[in-house]
């Protein structure tokens, strides 16, 4: 090759080089304008995650539920003001009549997951002797907050104005949830025990604070404040989550990160209430065990369990559908324990 063929060479080299570098420039500067203006691509990577987890979850738990003894009824169609919703019920196949019913909202982040991620775990607890209901509700960032709490309120009405078709004893109701779903079982609550919060939500509430006589929350968001001061993968991760869900950046200081703070409005009227958290898990030590003593404060009567940080093994976030660690199987007794001794 001549001098002036190889100056050439070098030169297209070095000119597709830095056209190549240019182009990928410009990809990675339009990525990240896209994520920096939207949680959505972000949202949408950390819900398939989840649900690749929760998948693997259920799988888990299904050894431990019962092969027989259990009646159901999956993915009943209930209309709402807003549209039209799904819920599971599971009954003891010996029933003779309406049973205390434990209604389940589950977990996601507000972005990811369905009742059929807690679906074994109902039919455990009714195999024990309760009639107990996983209910749906919209997931961000398709919708925002409050629209969550609203329809889940409207589900509660269906479920007890169709009480007898369901077996369900309307007048003995434990709100139940995990992550996610145990903000928003708490934020029902609370809109049931207070009137003033339910006023801010603009939520009439469904039940009477004699109908809800217990709540189970586990691995829950209880302060948005505490959420606004994490650091790491984790804290992206339910940052991107929170943003999505309340359609905004700065939501820790907003409308939405006030109202779903409820360790601020929980009241002596809060139900008894069963409270549980992972050591390995950081929310346990920003979220639950705060929003426990919280509730002690008002009176209200709790049952917690949590475990020191150095305990061994380190409990992940939701460990209590990790059947196969012993600690999740004591959570599971201490859970029946609980609700027998509000219903019994």
Not at 51 to 57: I, V
Request: proline letters at 6%; one cysteine or more; hydrophobic letters at 40%.
């Amino acid at each position: 090759m001549s001098s002036t063929q190889l100056r050439s060479s070098q030169s297209f080299a070095t000119s597709r080089t830095a056209s190549v570098l240019a182009i990928s420039a410009a990809t990675a500067l339009l990525v990240s304008t896209v994520v920096s203006a939207t949680p959505w691509p972000s949202a949408l990577l950390i819900r398939s995650a989840f649900e690749a987890g929760a998948r693997a979850t259920v799988k888990e738990m299904l050894p431990y539920v019962p092969s027989s003894g259990i009646s159901e009824e999956l993915d009943v169609e209930i209309p709402l003001p807003s549209g039209s919703s799904t819920l599971d019920v599971f009954t003891p196949s010996n029933a003779t009549g309406p049973l205390p019913t434990v209604v389940w909202v589950h977990g996601g982040a507000w972005i990811s997951g369905s009742k059929t991620n807690v679906a074994p775990y109902l039919r455990i607890l009714a195999s024990r002797g309760y009639t107990t209901v996983g209910v749906s509700y919209p997931i961000a960032p398709e919708t925002t907050y409050p629209t969550a709490v609203h329809d889940l309120n409207d589900t509660l009405a269906y479920i007890t104005e169709n009480a007898d078709d369901l077996g369900v004893d309307p007048t003995r109701i434990i709100l139940a949830g995990d992550s996610a779903g145990a903000q928003l079982a708490s934020s029902l609550a609370t809109v049931t025990t207070n009137p003033a919060y339910a006023h801010l939500l603009g939520v009439t509430p469904s039940l009477s604070s004699e109908q809800l006589i217990g709540t189970i929350l586990h691995c829950g968001v209880y302060d948005l404040d505490a959420m606004a001061d994490l650091n790491g993968l984790t804290a992206w991760g339910f940052k991107v989550a929170l943003w999505a869900y309340t359609g905004t950046k700065d939501w820790s200081d907003t409308y939405a990160g006030t109202t779903m703070s409820t360790m601020d409005f929980v009241t002596d009227g809060f139900p008894p209430t069963f409270i549980s958290g992972g050591n390995g898990d950081s929310l346990t030590w920003i979220q639950s065990v705060p929003m426990s003593t919280a509730l002690k404060s008002q009176g209200v009567a709790v049952t917690e369990l949590f475990w020191p940080a150095s305990h061994e093994p380190a409990l992940p976030h939701e460990y209590q559908f990790h059947l196969d660690f012993e600690e999740a199987r004591s959570a599971l007794d201490d859970t029946v324990t609980f609700l027998d001794r509000l219903t019994r």
